[in-house]
Nanobody
Framework: QVRLVESGGGLVRTGGSLRLSCAAS????????LGWHRQGPGKQRELVAT???????NYADSVKGRFTISRDTAKKTVYLQMNSLKPEDTAVYYC??????????WGQGTQVTVSS
């Protein structure tokens, strides 16, 4: 069973930065794609950023230019660097991993709160 463990959430002021980490129990090369999703209060879950096995990245329009997804294969860890944070970024952030097309494995989530 694959385990994904997120960390790095917290409370930050508008304009601040946070770096989220997602530690996987399996080698990152066993996944076709890894992604960060978020679910804000009263909102549907949305895909924020993805990174493929070949290190291609993709971002939601709402975070382009502010968030960066990266990985360290030796540490089996995926990161989400979040800069210029806004109150609307407040959400529970989830790491997820896909072997083929759907996201098969999910972490427990980490809370990010951005105060105005």
């Amino acid at each position: 069973q694959v385990r994904l463990v997120e960390s790095g959430g917290g409370l930050v002021r508008t304009g601040g930065s946070l770096r989220l980490s997602c530690a996987a129990s399996d080698t990152l090369f066993s996944f076709n794609s890894l992604g960060w999703h978020r679910q804000g209060p009263g909102k549907q879950r949305e895909l924020v950023a993805t990174i493929t096995r070949f290190e291609d990245t993709n971002y939601a329009d709402s975070v382009k230019g502010r968030f960066t997804i990266s990985r360290d294969t030796a540490k089996k860890t995926v990161y989400l660097q979040m800069n210029s944070l806004k109150p609307e970024d407040t959400a529970v952030y989830y790491c997820a991993a896909s072997r083929h097309y759907d996201y098969d494995y999910w972490g427990q989530g980490t809370q990010v709160t951005v105060s105005s």
